[in-house]
């Protein structure tokens, strides 16, 4: 069973940084794209930035320039760094992974969640 445990977000200051953290585990033969999703309240679930086992990155054009997707093959996991926060980017952020269990079985798998709020 594969598992996508996230941590960090909280509260932070319109201006201020934030960043999230995730790590796959379980029985994982190969991991494709990582990334990060939000869903605002109200609004369905958006692509926030992804970055492939081979190290390209995607983001939305929201956040260019101010957030930094990066990743430890390593130890299985994805990093988001969020600088220069707004009150719009106000969501639950959600890990995301594209992976193999075996050579016949890849699909998509979600962490459970993390809010980022921020407000002054």
């Known amino acids: 069973q594969v598992q996508l445990v996230e941590s960090g977000g909280g509260l932070v200051q319109p201006g201020g940084s934030l960043s999230l953290s995730c790590a796959a585990s379980g029985r994982i033969l190969a991991i494709n794209d990582m990334g990060w999703y939000r869903q605002a309240p109200g609004k369905q679930r958006e692509l926030v930035a992804v970055r492939t086992n081979d190290g390209r990155t995607n983001y939305a054009d929201s956040v260019k320039g101010r957030f930094t997707i990066s990743r430890d093959n390593a130890k299985k996991s994805v990093y988001l760094q969020m600088n220069s926060l707004r009150s719009e980017d106000t969501a639950v952020y959600y890990c995301?992974?594209?992976?193999?269990?075996?050579?016949?079985?890849?699909?998509?798998?979600w962490g459970q969640g993390t809010q980022v709020t921020v407000s002054s």
């Open positions: 995301n992974a594209r992976i193999a269990t075996n050579w016949e079985d890849t699909r998509d798998y």
